[in-house]
């Protein structure tokens, strides 16, 4: 009986000590199915700052379709950025900002509350760097790994709204 | 109904210990090399206090749960686990009655994974897991009471994530030596011809492990160590010192142990450390550690450990936030196991006092002891109070007595 305990212990210290990823996921499995009636033009996990950008979803999923399956190591919370080629509900107020060399306008869309229009629309022209053109819209998710299916949709308001199963 | 709330209360713990834990930056891990390799020579200067004899310590971090020691990056918040396994072993030879030769090693293995493991690590896409190898040989002469050491030190960068860490430098090879004559020690560690650290320690107090006093004054004498980091910032020479006092406070078994950084950041941590017995094999500690994030007391991290032989559980303590890459606010537990010898006699890390031995020696010394006794007690009769001589039965004799006499 003395041996038996000792012996579980053991088995549940090395359970949770080295062999933990028998039953937890270290990558999340990710599809997205579109439910809007815009073409997604793919999923990135962005840095906090915006200035670091990982693409996650690469295919456009079109209105009603599903992504194929990728797996990423991203089991955690991060912001998530989902581009759209347009958007047919509201759009954000636009931020006048102007480039300093050239001075063209870059309208940059700032961050929605809850129940404001939350799709940004970023238009940079002339700014010694690329033009950028972008509508897309950030949130952030928690991740838990292993297979999870995200539905991107619109909601009444004509806002997008995110479901992660 | 008892033991189950002990359990409740347990899981409680447990369960506040990784709820209010904090992740830990990228740049705590980058810097995770650094803080190894001066650890290490720290081990090797308080073994070499004595430089003969043999030491052994061994141990792993255990964090069980993926949310516990998340990893902060620029992206979010990884599920995942810190890790810290390591070993360092001296053990020494006698060459003739006076000189003894050494050779030691010191390893450490540490980072973040998405997977924990024993080890073979995942390497998982925002891993980092590095490594510090420090060997080397010593020399002592007990006639003269001097030490010398000097060896080889290496850092590994096994892995590091290419999109959240910034580029490091693998393989690093670093030399360092080691000089001690009586109670004055001095350490050097370079890179190339440029060194990276110059320790020079002063540990005044008296040991009895090493031959000192056991009690009075000297054992109060303060042990000081200083020492100059090379540091860079933004390609300029910023060197800083590092000044450490050790100071006994009560027999040995209450230390306190304060840290200043000159010349700029001035208070860095205060230890309070207590050791029921002088030979440190369990102790108990407080410590204030200042974190240079914040103003004011927001800054300062209070917390503790308690350190059993095999077992080692720490909650903010200064130790596993300077070790750990900025572990905070969650119990950070320690299978470990380390033991010092000398002579015969033994002890744990830093410890002025051997541990009291309890084994076969004193049965024999406890047999010599009451024959010693019982001799000595016929030898010398005893007196009572009133000076009369007394005499101890010694088993029992029953003698025929005369009832004129008036006996019983």
């Known amino acids: 009986m003395k041996y038996l305990r000792l012996f579980l212990c053991l088995v549940a210290l090395s359970l949770t000590a080295c062999m933990s990823h028998l039953f937890t996921d270290t990558t999340t499995r990710l599809q997205v199915e579109n439910k809007t009636d815009v073409t997604i033009l793919g999923l990135d996990i962005v840095s906090e700052d915006g200035t670091s950008v990982l693409p996650w979803i690469r295919d456009s999923i079109e209105p009603g379709e599903k992504s194929r399956v990728v797996e990423e190591d991203w089991v955690g919370t991060f912001k998530v950025r989902v581009r759209f080629d347009k958007w047919n509900g509201k759009l954000l107020a636009s931020v006048g900002k102007f480039c300093a060399t050239y001075s063209t306008p870059v309208r940059v869309y700032a961050l929605a509350k809850q129940g404001d229009p939350n799709v940004f629309e970023k238009d940079v022209k002339g700014c010694g760097e690329d033009d950028v053109h972008m509508v897309y819209t950030e949130t952030t998710l928690d991740f838990e790994g292993g297979s999870q299916y995200l539905i991107v949709s619109q909601d009444e308001d004509g806002n997008v709204a995110f479901k992660l199963k | ?408």
Not at chain 2, 37 to 66: A, C, E, H, K, N
Not at chain 2, 177 to 205: C, N, P, W
Request: hydrophobic content about 40%; glycine content about 10%.
């Open chain 2, 1 to 408: 109904m008892k033991n189950g709330l002990n359990k409740i209360f347990l899981l409680l713990v447990m369960v506040a210990g990784v709820a209010f834990a904090d992740p830990i930056p990228t740049e705590a891990l980058t810097q995770g090399g650094l803080v190894m390799r001066d650890r290490q020579l720290r081990d090797i200067g308080l073994v070499m206090r004595g430089g003969r004899g043999g030491f052994v310590d061994i141990g792993y971090t255990y964090t069980p749960s993926s949310e516990q020691l998340q990893l902060q990056s620029k992206y979010g918040v990884h599920d995942g686990f810190a890790f810290r396994h390591h070993y360092g072993i001296f053990g020494s030879w006698v060459l003739d009655s006076t000189s003894h030769f050494g050779f030691l090693t010191w390893f450490d293995r540490a980072g973040w994974d998405s997977q924990d493991f024993f080890f073979f690590p995942h390497y998982g896409d925002f891993a980092h897991i590095s490594s510090a190898l420090t060997w080397g040989f010593s020399y002592t002469n007990t006639e003269y009471d001097v030490t010398a050491a000097l060896g080889l030190q290496h850092q590994n960068l096994e892995k590091a994530g290419w999109r959240v860490y910034p580029d490091e430098n693998d393989s690093l090879l670093f030399y360092w030596a080691h000089a001690r004559y009586k109670m004055v020690g001095l350490q050097a560690s370079f890179y190339r011809s440029t060194f990276q650290t110059i320790r020079l320690s002063l540990d005044l107090e008296s040991r009895s492990l090493y031959g000192g006093a056991g009690s009075g004054f000297k054992t109060y004498l303060p042990n000081l160590n200083a020492t100059i980091y090379r540091r860079k910032t933004n390609g300029d020479d910023d060197n800083f010192i590092r000044l450490n006092w050790e100071q006994n406070l009560y027999k040995q078994t209450l230390y306190a142990d304060v840290t200043f950084d000159f010349p700029d950041d001035g208070f860095r941590s205060a230890i309070l450390k207590y050791y029921p017995d002088p030979a440190r094999m369990i102790g108990f500690e407080a410590s204030c550690l200042r974190r240079h994030e914040f103003a004011g007391s927001k800054d300062l991290l209070w917390g503790g450990a308690i350190d059993l032989l095999f077992f080692r559980l720490g909650y903010n303590s200064a130790f596993d936030y300077e070790n750990m890459f900025h572990t905070k606010g969650t119990l950070v537990a320690e299978f470990r196991f380390q033991i010092g010898a000398v002579d015969g006699k033994f002890f744990g890390r830093g410890a002025a006092k051997p541990a009291p031995m309890e084994t076969t020696k004193n049965s024999i010394d406890l047999k010599k002891l009451m024959k010693a006794r019982a001799e000595q007690n016929s030898a010398s009769p005893k007196y009572d109070a009133q000076g009369n001589k007394v005499i101890e039965a010694k088993g029992i004799r029953y003698e025929k007595t005369d009832a004129t006499q008036g006996g019983h």
